[in-house]
C-alpha cells in the first residue's frame, strides 16, 4: 500500500524545475518537465517498510535500507527523521557498465591440503568471473528530472544546519551543479572540491582526467563546520623570525595558529583512490577510500549526528561515520551493497537495523540484472532492432500478430507508476511511431495509480486505433527470485548444534559460469584465428559436484523462527578462503560446518553473487 508524502508544506513555491534557464541561442527545457512537476507536487511515495534484521542493541538507531532514495527519504519524513549531513555518490551519467567481481572460494573437502599453501594466497590464482550490478547510461533529460527530484527528497528530510556533499566528475556534473543551485540556493553553495589523484589513463587527445568534482552546499547559512588543518610546511617554524618585538599576548597568538597549522583548501591532492589503498578494497565497483569521507564527515558534522548516503554502494560512508562517533543511514537499491555494508559493519562491531522497503518490487540482486533478466520471465518476449527502444520486444500470437512490449525501466522510480500521463505519452509519442500493422500493444506496470481512470481514458481515446493491453509486472518480478538448493545434515554433539553443509546447487550461478566459459573460449578461438597460433589451454571455471565453493556466507538464527532475522551464529568466507567467525577475522580455512550453542531455528545461506535462501528447522 502507497500513499505520498509531500517534499516540503509547499513545495513548488521558489523552486525553479529545469526549464527556467536561458542562454544565447538555446533553452535549457527537457522532455517531461511537467512530469516532473506533476510528480513533486503528489509527493514522495510512501510504502511499507519491514525491518529483516537487527544487528546488536542498536541504541542509537543506525540504519541499513534498501530501496530508492526517494522512498527512504518518505520513510524517514514520515517518522520524523532529521539527518545533519548527507553525502552522496551517485550515477555519474558516465555511459559505462559497472561489474562485481565474483570470486569462488575453496571447496572446503580440500582443507588439509590448503593448509599447506601460503598464507596469503596470490591474487591472481583466485577463480573470478564478473556481474553487472548496473549500468549507467542514461539519457540527460531523464537523469537531471531524476537528479532534480533526488535532491529535493534529501533537501526535505535535512535539518536546519544541515550540508550536502554530491560527488560527481565532469559527465554530468555541471549540470547537476545548476540544479543544486535551484534547490538549495546560490547563496547556500559553499565550495566546489576539486579531488586529483594520479593514475593510468586512456585518454589519447586531451590531458589525462584525473579529478572528481564534490559539490558542497548548506541547507541555511546555520550551518556546521570544522576547519580542517594541516602542519605549515617547513620553516614556518622558526618563531624567532616570525616573532620580533611582538607583545606577549600577540606571540601567543601567533604560535597558536602556527601550531593549528594550515586550513585545507578545496583542492585535495592528499588523498589516494581506493584501488592504492589495498587494506580497504571490497571489489566494488565506483568504491571510495575512508579518507575522503573522514574529511568530509569530520569537517561538517559533530560526534552524535547523523550521517547519511542515499547512494550507499559499499558503505563507506556509514562505516566511517561509526568509526567516528557518528550515526548513519545507508541507503541503496542493490542488495550487494546492502550485504557489503552489512558485514562491512558487522566486523567494526557496530549496531544498527536492517530495513527493506516494500515497493512491490522483487528484485533479483539489483534493477540492472532483474531488467537484464526479464525476457525470461516473460514468455514470448523477443528483440526487435527496428522497434524504438521505448519498447522492450514484442510478443506474437495468431490473432494480434507482433505486439510490442513496454516494460517501464526498474532503474527509474518514475516509470513504476503508471498514471494518465504515462499513458497519454504512450499513446501519443510511442504508438504513433510503430508500423501500421500493428494493432496491439502491452504495457506492463509495477505500480497502477488509479485503474478505473486510466481505463476510462484509453477507451475515450482518439488518436489511435491500437488497442492496449495493461499487465502487472509483479508476479513475473516474483518468479525471477528462485532460491538455491542446499542440502545439509544437523547433529547434536555434546551440547553444541553442528550443520554440515553437504551441497549446494544454484542453477543463476551455473547459469553465469557457462556464460563465462563459453565467452572466454569464444574469445581464443578467435584470437587464435588472428594470430594463427595454437592458444595455451584455458583456465575455465569449474564447480566440483558438491558446488561448495560457491558459499560466502552461513547464519543461523536461534532467536527467531520467523521476521526479523538475528544472526546467533555467522561464518562468512572472504576471498581468499578465510573464515570470518562471527564479524572476527581468521586465517583459518572453512571446514564445511557451522556450531552454535542454541538449538537452530533458521539457516540462512548466501552464494558468492549474494542471492540468499533461507531454510526453516
Known amino acids: 500500500m502507497k500513499t505520498y508524502i509531500p517534499f516540503f508544506p509547499d513545495s513548488i513555491q521558489g523552486q525553479a524545475i529545469l526549464d527556467n534557464f536561458v542562454r544565447t541561442k538555446r533553452l535549457l527545457k527537457y522532455r517531461d518537465n511537467e512530469g516532473v512537476k506533476n510528480t513533486i507536487q503528489r509527493g514522495m511515495p510512501l510504502y511499507e517498510v519491514e525491518n529483516t534484521e537487527n544487528v546488536g542493541e ?12 526517494l522512498s527512504a527519504c518518505a520513510y524517514l519524513k514520515a517518522n520524523d527523521i532529521k539527518v545533519d549531513l548527507v553525502y552522496i555518490d551517485p550515477p555519474f551519467a558516465s555511459g559505462a557498465d559497472y561489474a562485481k567481481k565474483v570470486y569462488l572460494r575453496k571447496n572446503p573437502h580440500l582443507a588439509k591440503a590448503i593448509e599447506e599453501a601460503e598464507e596469503n594466497l596470490d591474487f591472481d590464482e583466485l577463480k573470478a568471473f564478473e556481474e553487472k550490478m ?120 601567533v604560535k597558536e595558529l602556527l601550531e593549528r597549522g594550515k586550513m585545507i583548501e578545496d583542492w585535495w591532492i592528499d588523498i589516494y583512490p581506493v584501488d592504492r589503498v589495498r587494506a580497504e578494497i571490497l571489489d566494488y565497483s565506483t568504491q571510495k577510500p575512508e579518507a575522503l569521507l573522514e574529511r568530509i564527515i569530520k569537517a561538517s558534522s559533530n560526534k552524535g549526528m547523523i550521517v547519511a548516503d542515499f547512494f550507499g554502494g559499499s558503505g563507506v560512508t556509514a562505516a566511517v561515520a561509526a568509526k567516528l562517533g557518528r550515526h548513519f543511514i545507508h541507503t541503496d537499491i542493490g542488495v550487494n551493497s546492502i550485504q557489503t555494508v552489512r558485514d562491512r559493519l558487522k566486523s567494526q562491531e557496530a549496531s544498527f537495523e536492517v530495513l527493506e522497503i516494500k515497493d512491490g518490487v522483487s528484485l533479483y540482486r539489483n534493477p540492472q540484472q532483474t531488467m537484464d533478466n526479464l525476457h525470461k520471465f516473460i514468455e514470448g518476449l523477443r528483440n526487435e532492432d527496428s522497434l524504438d527502444s521505448f519498447w522492450e520486444g514484442y510478443i506474437s500470437d495468431s490473432k494480434d500478430k507482433k505486439m510490442p512490449v513496454y516494460i517501464p525501466n526498474l532503474l527509474d522510480h518514475n516509470t513504476k507508476v503508471l498514471d494518465v500521463a504515462w499513458i497519454s505519452r504512450i499513446i501519443n509519442e510511442a504508438i504513433p511511431d510503430l508500423d501500421e500493422e500493428v494493432k496491439k500493444v502491452i504495457v506492463y506496470y509495477v505500480d497502477i495509480d488509479d485503474e478505473k481512470e486510466i481505463l476510462n481514458y484509453i477507451k475515450e481515446q482518439t488518436t489511435t486505433l491500437v488497442e492496449i493491453e495493461l499487465r502487472d509486472l509483479k508476479p513475473i518480478l516474483a518468479n525471477a527470485l528462485m532460491a538455491d538448493v542446499v542440502q545439509y545434515e544437523v547433529k547434536n554433539e555434546a551440547g553444541k548444534y553442528v550443520i554440515t553443509i553437504k551441497k549446494i546447487f544454484s542453477e543463476r550461478l551455473k547459469t553465469s559460469i557457462d556464460n563465462f566459459n563459453l565467452k572466454r573460449q569464444h574469445n581464443a578461438l578467435q584470437k587464435e584465428k588472428i594470430d594463427d597460433k595454437v592458444s595455451k589451454p584455458l583456465s575455465l571455471i569449474d564447480i566440483s559436484k ?72
Not at 536546519?160 to 554530468?172: C, E, F, K, M, R
Not at 545461506?605 to 540468499?612: L, M
Open 58 to 69: 542498536n541504541p542509537t538507531q543506525n540504519k541499513i535500507i534498501r530501496g530508492e532514495c
Open 134 to 253: 548496473y549500468g549507467d547510461i542514461w539519457n540527460k533529460e531523464d537523469y537531471l528530472n531524476w537528479m532534480y527530484e533526488n535532491l529535493m527528497a534529501i533537501k526535505s528530510i535535512m535539518s536546519d544546519t544541515a550540508s550536502i556533499y554530491v560527488h560527481l566528475d565532469w559527465h554530468i556534473g555541471h549540470y547537476v551543479k545548476i540544479l543544486m543551485d535551484e534547490v538549495f540556493g546560490e547563496d547556500n553553495f559553499r565550495n566546489e572540491i576539486v579531488w586529483c589523484y594520479n593514475g593510468p589513463s586512456v585518454v589519447k587527445n586531451a590531458f589525462p582526467r584525473k579529478h572528481d568534482n564534490i559539490f558542497y552546499y548548506t541547507k541555511t547559512d546555520e550551518n556546521i563546520f570544522n576547519g580542517i588543518y594541516v602542519p605549515h610546511k617547513s620553516g614556518l617554524h622558526n618563531t624567532g623570525q616570525v616573532f620580533g618585538d611582538m607583545e606577549n599576548e600577540d606571540e601567543q597568538r
Open 546 to 617: 558438491n558446488g561448495l565453493e560457491l558459499i560466502e556466507t552461513i547464519s543461523i538464527d536461534s532467536t527467531n523462527q520467523n521476521g526479523i532475522w538475528q544472526s546467533d551464529a555467522e561464518i562468512k568466507i572472504d576471498k581468499n578462503s578465510f573464515v570470518v567467525l562471527n564479524g572476527k577475522k581468521t586465517k583459518e580455512f572453512w571446514n564445511g560446518t557451522i556450531t552454535c550453542t542454541q538449538k537452530p531455528l533458521r539457516l540462512k545461506v548466501r552464494n558468492i553473487a549474494g542471492d540468499e535462501t533461507i531454510i526453516n528447522f
